[in-house]
């Protein structure tokens, strides 16, 4: 009971790791789309902008990955300290159920 306390408080959400998923797919598509209109004006070269959209995408995801490490600093480490505390629960667990076996046997 209290575990649940303890994750549901103020500071921590919930469901982290789908936040900043949905944070990081939300931003690499505004780099796509920022990308793909900078194509149609003409900033990049011709063979990038309608020979070969992959080029768009690749471009988007480069652009993206810092602009991630940058503005979504907050929400990756809600999500680390949500997975720690999960591994941190498993590990308890684990070696509670191997007590448990050490002491039956």
């Not at 797919?25 to 003409?42: E, P, R, T």
């Not at 902008?49 to 995801?61: D, I, R, T």
Request: proline residues 5%; charged residues 20%.
């Amino acid at each position: 009971m209290q575990e649940n306390t303890r994750e549901n408080a103020p500071g921590r959400a919930p469901h982290a790791t789908l936040r900043y998923t949905a944070m990081r797919l939300g931003l690499f598509a505004a780099c796509y789309v920022v990308v793909s209109v900078l194509a149609y004006v003409g900033v990049f070269p011709e063979a990038i902008g309608k020979a070969n959209p992959l080029w768009l995408v690749m471009l988007a995801l480069v652009v993206s990955a810092p602009l991630s490490l940058v503005l979504l600093r907050k929400q990756r480490d809600e999500m680390s300290v949500q997975i720690a505390a999960r591994v941190a629960r498993a590990k308890r667990k684990l070696a509670a159920n191997q007590s448990q076996e050490d002491e039956a046997a």
